[in-house]
T-cell receptor, first 114, second 114 residues
Framework: ETGVTQTPRHLVMGMTNKKSLKCEQHLGHNAMYWYKQSAKKPLELMFVYNFKEQTENNSVPSRFSPECPNSSHLFLHLHTLQPEDSALYLC?????????????FGSGTRLTVV | AQSVSQHNHHVILSEAASLELGCNYSYGGTVNLFWYVQYPGQHLQLLLKYFSGDPLVKGIKGFEAEFIKSKFSFNLRKPSVQWSDTAEYFCAVRPSYNNNDMRFGAGTRLTVKP
């Protein structure tokens, strides 16, 4: 366990489904991040939340909708996804996005869109 | 565009061989540098980091990395690899002027043959 827990570990969804990914951290961190990891490509930053406020949206399509109700929880709501959205979605946290520091990653959710 | 390049996609070594994985970045200005490791089936873990000071950084498990500012490089090294070092290694760079913008390389898969 890293202190960052992601659920579910695996998700298969149809293109018309709506699902949500959940990330939870008990490290007392104030910044949380969503990354997309596709095969043979660099990790892609999607969203950054710092003290519950979204501070970065890296031109992510609107079919991905993040939610951060508090500093410990981060969600990624998915709807009308495309097959090319199949990937490993990683959540990470750090003490404070403004001051830097290293990230702690969760184990990821393996998403398959059919 | 700002980017992080890891030149080797897959490296295969025998145990006790020396390792050097390349990482180059294209950011100007002051940067923070990281190497993360992902063992099979596990989450990304921090191996080592450089923020300032001595450009030769020692990490866990006998790894080290050297920041050469003039070459925009942060290569990872280990004098003698073990079978247990089989994993994927990711270089990451973050400009100190934008702590939200952590960029990762595509990763290098290391296979160590016993």
């Amino acid at each position: 366990e890293t202190g960052v827990t992601q659920t579910p570990r695996h998700l298969v969804m149809g293109m018309t489904n709506k699902k949500s990914l959940k990330c939870e951290q008990h490290l007392g961190h104030n910044a949380m991040y969503w990354y997309k990891q596709s095969a043979k490509k660099p990790l892609e930053l999607m969203f950054v939340y710092n003290f519950k406020e979204q501070t970065e949206n890296n031109s992510v399509p609107s079919r991905f909708s993040p939610e951060c109700p508090n500093s410990s929880h981060l969600f990624l709501h998915l709807h009308t996804l495309q097959p090319e959205d199949s990937a490993l979605y990683l959540c990470a946290s750090s003490q404070d996005a403004r001051t830097g520091g290293s990230y702690t990653f969760g184990s990821g959710t393996r998403l398959t869109v059919v | 565009a700002q980017s992080v390049s890891q030149h080797n996609h897959h490296v295969i070594l025998s145990e006790a061989a020396s390792l050097e994985l390349g990482c180059n970045y294209s950011y100007g200005g002051t940067v923070n540098l990281f190497w993360y490791v992902q063992y099979p089936g596990q989450h990304l873990q921090l191996l080592l980091k450089y923020f300032s000071g001595d450009p030769l950084v020692k990490g866990i498990k006998g790894f080290e990395a050297e920041f050469i500012k003039s070459k925009f490089s942060f290569n990872l090294r280990k004098p003698s690899v073990q079978w247990s070092d089989t994993a994927e290694y990711f270089c990451a760079v973050r400009p100190s002027y934008n702590n939200n913008d952590m960029r990762f390389g595509a990763g290098t898969r290391l296979t160590v043959k016993p």
